[in-house]
């Protein structure tokens, strides 16, 4: 039996992330992969970062090295003026291989870190609460072999292990009345409007999950691509909704026995996009002053639903493939555009030439997936590749296809420098939600959209890790109703904000030393805007710290004292909390400080503003938020309720240390001394004070009183 202190089971990003913190903290670590590549989605053609976050923000120390890997890559290379470097936005955008090279880069600069590739959990021995030992079996021979830990951490797209573990886990959608989400179970939203709720929306659960696909790498380099060949069962009828063609779609769904042709269908959304916002967010350094601000997110109508008749007889006999209509080579990058006529074709870009292909979803042919075993995975998973490369094929070859659009098709092809141990087919099968755990805190709906009372989300407590894209499921089931998207379609950039993502949803309940940071627990609606790379990379990382700190403290992950750990994370630069002002990586003395008090109820909105003088009215708040945080009471979301409105603080005179220092010592007990807690962090007497300063000083007191070593 191998033995190690820390056992990631996943070479995904998170994975990477988890297995490489733990090893930076000197504990012999193991990676044990699926199969020979690392980098799950990231390296497997999924070029475009799906975040609204640019590089130069900061969230976490090697998911941000990640990115300053790719883009020296492309810097150095190509030269700080080149193409390749500009496309790369700064490491946002990459070629496939690029993303493997940065990750083998990431492990191999690990001494105690050990990998082992092409295995998957098959057994797990339990210990009261604890896992003690996991059986993995080779998965091109028979051989097996066992591994016992400390800490485990489960970073598979599908919660192997922790289903192996005997974690209790959820497989679809929840019903609207489980968590009160609007967007839950059945639901259809406006094909023109995918915020709104429209008719036959039953919020009925189910264990459907949203659809999968290949992301295909494609080439327009002559010398750096080949055509895909037919793949095997490749039926031409598959594809002619593109051109609407509805007379022989219509015999293929009577060969495959579709009595209804509703049962199938197509979804178009449209949106500002939220990106642009914080842009200029960021850009300006500032927010805007109100919620209903042209920058800002908007908070959703409390009637979401638009009631209607629905006009049932519509024909609309479709295959399960939603994705392609109502874009623009401007909107989101990785789609395909296809206009009506069929007339135009357009990729989006990666450097050198490529293409990131985000399409030719199979919706319905996800649902079996995560629970099946591994010659069932085989299958879908080619069932998958096999689409999207007879898409490429019907469009490059298909006389129906207009002679422009296959023209322009036949200027791209498979690139041919990536996968090149795989025939140039990526490795990763899209697996975009499978199972999540039963956890100890569930992240939902709620946890994404405007908090009441608030300028912001909810205000997590336990916070390890930020989410930010808009909540943004795949069609879940190949059904529409006229005028609306299919099943399970819904977009909500513009009332989807920056959340904050609690420590509690990556522990089990009944387990104490395996975190699951990518299969954590959800809902499926809140899952939407946690299930994108950097987010699950950040949460990695936050799991592989918990993993080391357990360890170093002779503890076990899900004893650890939260506060303790989120200390540890924003001291390495860590975003526990988004700040549109505020990076968690700026080289300034209060950086960690405004994460985490931004977790206990300091700030109601996502500015911090540190430079800008304490008021009376907020040192005053502070103060009684001090002393609720470190006597815990009350709730960190009740504690940024708190605090004063801009317009209490605009009549408020600032503040300074002498008096910030004196309401201090009002509110807490005797053995505590504000002075000299202002004098260690460099704060001097009778000055005033900034609100950065004053979270500094907030900050050394609960570290002083906790006795953090951070």
Excluded at 154 to 178: F, I
Excluded at 198 to 224: F, H, K, M, W
Excluded at 250 to 256: I, P, S
């Amino acid at each position: 039996m191998q033995q190690y202190d820390v056992v990631v089971t996943g070479g995904t990003p998170a994975g990477i992330g988890a297995a490489v913190c733990a090893a930076r903290s000197d504990f012999d670590t193991l990676l044990v992969t699926y199969n020979d590549h690392l980098g799950g989605m990231m390296a497997s053609g999924l070029g475009m970062t799906d975040t609204l976050l640019h590089p130069d923000k900061g969230r976490s120390p090697v998911l941000d090295e990640f990115f300053e890997r790719v883009a020296t890559h492309y810097r150095e290379e190509y030269g700080p003026d080149s193409p390749q470097y500009r496309t790369c936005n700064d490491g946002l955008a990459f070629e496939p291989h690029v993303a493997e090279e940065a990750f083998e880069a990431l492990v191999d600069a690990e001494a105690t870190l050990d990998v082992e590739r092409e295995w998957h959990p098959v057994t797990a021995e339990r210990s009261g609460r604890t896992v003690s030992c996991v059986t993995f079996a080779a998965s091109q021979d028979d051989r097996t072999t066992t591994v016992s830990a400390e800490a485990f951490v489960d970073a598979t797209y599908e919660g192997d292990l922790a289903a192996t573990a005997g974690v209790p886990y959820r497989v679809g959608r929840e019903g609207r009345e489980e968590y009160g989400e609007r967007f839950a179970g059945t639901v259809f939203t406006d094909a023109d409007d995918v915020t709104t709720i429209g008719a036959g929306s039953t919020g009925e659960g189910d264990e459907a999950v949203q659809s999968y696909n290949y992301r295909i790498c494609l080439s327009s380099d002559p010398d750096n691509m080949r055509y895909p060949e037919k793949p095997d069962g490749y039926d031409r009828r598959e594809y002619l909704w593109v051109l609407h063609d509805l007379e022989e779609m219509r015999e293929l769904l009577d060969e495959r026995g579709v009595e209804d042709p509703m049962a199938f269908g197509l979804s178009d959304r449209s949106a500002p996009e939220l990106s642009t916002a914080m842009r200029r967010w960021y850009d300006r350094d500032e927010p805007p002053v109100a919620v209903d601000d042209d920058d800002r997110w908007v908070p959703l109508t409390d009637d979401v639903y638009r009631g209607s008749d629905p006009v049932e007889d519509e024909l609309l006999p479709l295959p399960a493939q939603t994705r392609l209509l109502g874009r623009t080579p401007e909107g989101l990058a990785g789609d395909i555009h296809l206009n009506q006529e069929g007339e135009e074709f357009v990729w989006g870009n990666l450097p050198n030439d490529k293409r990131d292909m985000n399409a030719c979803d199979l919706v319905g042919e996800s649902h079996t997936y995560p629970e099946a075993d591994w010659e069932t995975r085989r299958e879908i998973a080619q069932r998958h590749l096999d689409y999207a490369l007879g898409f490429i094929y019907f469009l490059q070859n298909d006389d129906a296809v207009p002679e422009r659009a296959r023209s322009e098709a036949q200027q791209w092809g498979l690139a041919t420098d990536e996968f090149e141990d795989n025939d140039n087919e990526p490795f990763q099968l899209y697996v975009r939600e499978a199972r999540r755990i039963e956890g100890r805190e569930t992240f939902t709906e709620h946890d994404a959209f405007l908090a009441e009372g608030l300028n912001r989300a909810p205000v997590n407590d336990g916070s390890v890790a930020i989410a930010e894209f808009p909540l943004d499921p795949h069609d879940v089931k190949a059904v529409r109703r006229t005028g609306t998207a299919s099943d399970g379609r819904f977009f909500l950039t513009e009332s989807t904000v920056p959340s904050q993502i609690d420590y509690g949803t990556m522990l089990p309940e009944g387990l104490d030393n395996l975190l699951v940071p990518v299969a954590l627990s959800a809902s499926h609606v809140g899952f939407q805007t946690v299930r994108l790379e950097p987010t699950w990379f950040q949460l990695g990382e936050a799991a592989g710290v918990a993993a080391a700190r357990a360890l170093r403290t002779d503890a076990l992950p899900g004893t650890l004292d939260t506060v303790d750990l989120q200390h540890e994370l924003a001291e390495a630069g860590t975003m526990l909390t988004y700040f549109s002002d505020a990076d968690s990586t700026a080289e300034e003395p209060w950086a960690a400080a405004v994460q985490v008090l931004g977790a206990k109820g300091f700030f109601d909105g996502y500015a911090a503003r540190p430079g800008d003088p304490l008021d009376t009215a907020t040192a005053d708040a502070w103060a009684v938020v001090t002393a609720d945080f470190l006597s815990s009471d009350g709730d960190a979301a009740e504690r940024a309720r708190r605090l004063p409105t801009p317009e209490e603080r605009s009549v408020a005179e600032p503040v300074g240390s002498d008096g910030f220092l004196a309401v201090l010592a009002d509110e807490l007990e005797t053995d505590t001394d504000p002075a000299a807690a202002a004098s260690e962090v460099g704060v001097p007497d009778e000055v005033t004070l900034t609100r950065g300063e004053a979270a500094q000083i907030v900050y050394k007191i609960v570290t002083d009183r906790r006795g953090i070593d951070v």
